[in-house]
């Protein structure tokens, strides 16, 4: 009997490939002491200890018996809280722009830049917003999205890839649980062992094909995937349990699963959960090839469901929005920032031809410019885009060898 594509097989896959994200220098060029704030209250000789309904203070040889530490991190507020790049951000402790941080230069005058650099510019002090922290594991739910019927005539190989990736637990399917969604429920794996399939999401709304993007005439995806997440929560139990972050991976990146791990030992999660903004000097850097959310903040995500679709300008109809209907990454970036989760960045997390950011400098500003990363000697957990299998491979093979 066939079976949905779910896998529950922990990996054991390990490497120190890739660098854990060092959430001190998540920001460029800032004073350190401004992104991670660490404060430790020693109670010296003592400890608190709860006995008998009544708190109770035991000595023993002057020796310390318990440490109460509390820490935060730096995350960044949603966009419509922070200030634009022209603006003084005093106020706001944060720039609109992604990749800007917002520096003290004066006592009376802050200002969004990239860099910053002591008397040349100012006191460049960072200011910023703090958040209590916890820590998570590195165990990785992941899922990916094939459309059959994608608008466009354009022959697409998305089921190709991920069939291929799958014979080789690749890409996805070497994270710790996986599942790849779709409009149709078609195979992945056709066995033995077992046949492996799609999970097959339906146009419950009926609005599935709303909106045809103008430069590539596929449907607007955003439709799609809020079935998918509604799947993922009514199936959490199976889908995402006992795991610490959820994955989203477009067929055509090459993701490696290990390096991600990686970069996650150890990662200071704010309050709420968090998201991994990954694409910079844009309005909203959570771009669709690697969306990294924290457990807790992807729950929070699912709860809101409704409420953001209803609530949400998706279908772009604000006469102030120019770029149109909103894609899946922009729908989730702005739900996760109308609910509160907050944000961090990591701009080296991934290569992406459509982060103009990532390009050369000179070819930033080329328009409709069709540009892949190089994959060698780079070591990005993501490759964006290889949309041919043997490009593909040969990304792979090249990154693999690089690092």
């Known amino acids: ?67 109460q530490k509390y820490e935060e991190t730096v995350v960044i507020p949603p966009y419509e809280q ?34 910053c650099t002591p008397g040349k510019d100012g006191l460049c002090t960072a200011l910023v917003s703090l958040k209590p922290i ?19 005539t354009k022959k697409s190989y998305e089921l190709s890839l991920f069939r291929k990736q799958l014979s080789l637990g690749l890409g996805l399917f070497a994270c710790s649980k996986w599942a790849v969604y779709s409009d149709v429920e078609t195979s992945l794996s056709p066995g033995p062992p077992m046949e492996l ?35 993922i929560r009514n199936n959490k139990l199976t889908l995402a349990s006992e795991t610490d972050w959820v994955v989203k991976v477009d067929a055509d990146a090459v993701f ?13 999660v704010p309050e709420g959960g968090v998201y991994i903004e990954n694409c910079k000097k844009v309005k909203f850097g959570f771009f669709g090839n690697l969306e990294v959310v924290s457990q807790d903040g992807f729950n929070n995500f699912l709860t809101k469901l409704e409420f953001c679709k209803s609530t949400l300008d998706w279908k772009g109809e604000d006469p102030n929005w120019k770029y149109g209907p909103w894609g899946e990454d922009l729908f989730m970036q702005k739900c996760l920032d109308k609910i509160g989760v907050p944000k961090v960045s990591n701009f080296t997390i991934s290569a992406d031809g459509a982060c103009k950011a ?21 070591n990005a957990v993501s490759y964006h885009p290889f949309k041919k299998p043997d490009e593909w491979f040969e990304c792979l093979r090249l990154t693999m060898e690089a690092s």
């Open 256 to 268: 490696i699963p290990v390096r991600l791990r990686h970069t996650l030992q150890g990662f200071k």
């Open 358 to 378: 990532d390009r050369p400098t000179e070819l930033q500003k080329v328009k409709n410019l069709k540009w892949q990363p190089n994959c060698r000697g780079q």
């Open 134 to 152: 916890h820590t998570l594991g590195t165990r990785l739910f992941c899922f990916g999205f094939y459309t059959e019927n994608t608008g466009s």
């Open 1 to 67: 009997m066939a079976e949905s594509a779910l896998n529950a097989f922990e990996s054991t896959e390990e490497s120190d490939a890739g660098a854990p994200l060092d959430q001190r220098n998540a920001f460029p060029k800032m004073r350190r002491r401004g992104f991670c704030v660490v404060t430790t209250l020693l109670l010296s000789g003592a400890a608190a200890i709860f006995a008998r309904g009544a708190w109770r203070v035991e000595e023993r040889n002057s020796e310390v018996l318990a440490t």
């Open 82 to 115: 922070c200030s634009k790049i022209s603006e003084d951000c005093m106020s706001t402790k944060c720039c609109k722009a992604s990749g800007y941080t917002c520096f003290l230069l004066k006592e009376n005058r802050a200002s969004c830049r990239q860099e």
């Open 197 to 231: 399939n799609t999970i097959k999401v339906d146009d419950v709304d009926g609005d599935f094909k709303l909106f045809k993007r103008k430069k590539t005439g596929t449907w607007v995806n955003a439709m799609m995937f809020y079935q998918a997440w509604m799947h």
